[in-house]
């Protein structure tokens, strides 16, 4: 696989986060991105490590997992890891935007390349550096990801109270 020297504009236009942006601003945007190429099998986020870079798939696809504690009988816990998402380039997939905000999060999930990937790379304080020279970039990046972090934790909630309604039946028979 060729490492992508360069990042479209039109790909970038159809990332969630950059939703408002101008071709200007998004080349702006663009300056401060490293591009990087993963091997297959390689770990670009490991759940529970501290990061804040972001990441933005470029071409390839990865896994979203996160790790199980399970408790079996008379061995104790056995921990495994859970799929939870495969997601691709054509998705236009981003992933550890939480870590930008603070540098003492946990990443909630592990991502694993499950086949050659570029991937690229924006640091914490490249894009506070950009977003404080440029407010109106800055505030539309950061709006669009308040959004989509609004959309998830409530996706998430819901997911817990159905799971919690259906380990409440089980438990009452």
Do not use: W
């Not at 039109?10 to 080349?27: C, D, M, S, V, W």
């Amino acid at each position: 696989m060729t490492p992508m020297n360069t990042i479209d504009i039109a790909f970038l236009r159809k990332i969630p986060i950059f939703t408002g942006l101008t071709n200007e601003q998004l080349a702006e945007v663009m300056r401060i991105m490293t591009v990087q190429s993963v091997d297959a099998g390689a770990s670009i986020i490991k759940e529970h490590e501290n990061g804040t870079d972001m990441f933005i798939l470029l071409s390839g696809e990865v896994e979203v997992s996160k790790t199980l504690l399970l408790k079996i009988a008379g061995r104790g816990l056995d921990q495994r890891d859970k799929m939870l998402q495969k997601l691709s380039a054509n998705d236009y997939a981003f992933f550890g935007e939480m870590g930008l905000f603070d540098e003492r999060s946990e990443r909630t999930a592990s991502i694993v390349a499950l086949t050659p990937c570029d991937i690229a790379v924006i640091t914490k304080e490249e894009f506070f550096r950009l977003a404080e020279s440029d407010t109106r970039i800055g505030y539309t990046i950061l709006k669009n990801i308040v959004r989509i972090i609004s959309v998830r934790l409530e996706k998430n909630n819901k997911d817990v109270l159905k799971l919690t309604t259906a380990l409440s039946l089980a438990l009452e028979r």
